[in-house]
């Protein structure tokens, strides 16, 4: 049922743009430190080749992915199909943080639409595309996204959302070190 591919197909690149959610995985080396999934909506993810993908991250109330990449690089990304024909795609490969005021930020983030909240963008280097079936996987219905994220990040404000940041985003519910805690410490 499952086939292994080295990169993305055309067919492959057609099914991720058609997708409304994805999620991202992301674990610490040690084993004994927690697994993180976090789902992922609007339309923030961007096709750069057919071997690396990238995506605009939000401010949320952790930063495990980042942490995790920092010490490791290791990441999923999975995409559903919860309309239309069954299919689970997932995109493993090493990861990197790109924060504000860098260069690969100048250079990458006008690619993005700069929501309301972008904290980092999270560029992913491909080493392995896998499909399954996804015939377990139940229908539902696209409604539209929320806006309570955007709508929050947008009342903070930017000095509000640094100090969100300074106080949830700097370290791992682990206390492994995240990209903003090692750019902002």
Same mark, same amino acid.
């Given at each position: 049922? !499952? ?7 055309? @067919? ?28 992922? !909506?609007?339309?923030? $993810? ?31 990304? #999975? ?24 260069? @690969? ?17 999270? $560029? ?45 985003? #700097? ?15």
């Amino acid at each position: 049922m !499952g086939k292994l591919f080295e990169e993305m197909f055309p @067919e492959h690149e057609s099914f991720i743009r058609n997708q409304h959610i994805f999620f991202v995985g992301s674990a610490p080396l040690d084993g004994e430190g927690h697994v993180n999934l976090s789902p992922k !909506g609007h339309d923030v $993810l961007r096709i750069f080749s057919p071997r690396q993908v990238g995506y605009l991250d939000l401010t949320g109330s952790g930063n495990e992915t980042s942490a995790h990449l920092e010490e490791n690089g290791r990441i999923t990304l #999975m995409f559903m199909a919860v309309q239309g024909p069954p299919m689970i795609l997932r995109l493993y490969g090493k990861g990197r943080v790109i924060l504000p005021g860098s260069v @690969e930020w100048e250079e990458l983030a006008p690619h993005f639409d700069l929501l309301p909240g972008a904290r980092q963008i999270i $560029l992913v280097d491909i080493h392995a595309v896998k499909t399954s079936c996804g015939y377990s996987v139940p229908f539902y219905d696209y409604t539209g996204e929320r806006e309570t994220l955007q709508k929050w990040a947008a009342q903070k404000g930017e000095e509000g959302l640094h100090e969100y940041h300074q106080e949830k985003n #700097m370290r791992s519910m682990d206390g492994l070190p995240t990209t903003l805690g090692r750019s902002m410490g």
